[in-house]
């Protein structure tokens, strides 16, 4: 039975963040889900299982991943995970979110310019 939707606050948590990048390039299980999130952030961010377990019932909760068949020639006992349309929006907002932010700080000189 299908849970339900849960409303999204306007602002992601950095883990579901995390979550929403990794699953962009398609479907995953929870390990390959960790190996994409330490590639995205060159290894500063590892989180728990138990941490992202939580991350991802929220998500899933919240309609923003929803759970896959496993790609072909992968093993078909693991629980993957999608994006779904609500999650691809979600996280294309976030990342203009922080994109405005960085910005701003740029415009405070709180950055270097790129040279």
Known sequence: ???????????????????????ADGPAHGWAIVKRIRELTEGTANPSSGSLYLAMVR???????????????????????KLTAGGRRAARDESRRLARLVGRARALRLLEEPQ
């Open 59 to 81: 998500l899933e909760d919240e309609g923003l991943i929803a759970g896959a068949a496993a790609p072909a020639g992968e093993d078909e006992r693991r629980h993957y995970y």
């Open 1 to 23: 039975m299908p849970r339900p939707t849960a409303p999204r606050s306007t602002q992601l948590a950095t883990l579901s963040y995390y979550v929403l990048l990794a699953l």
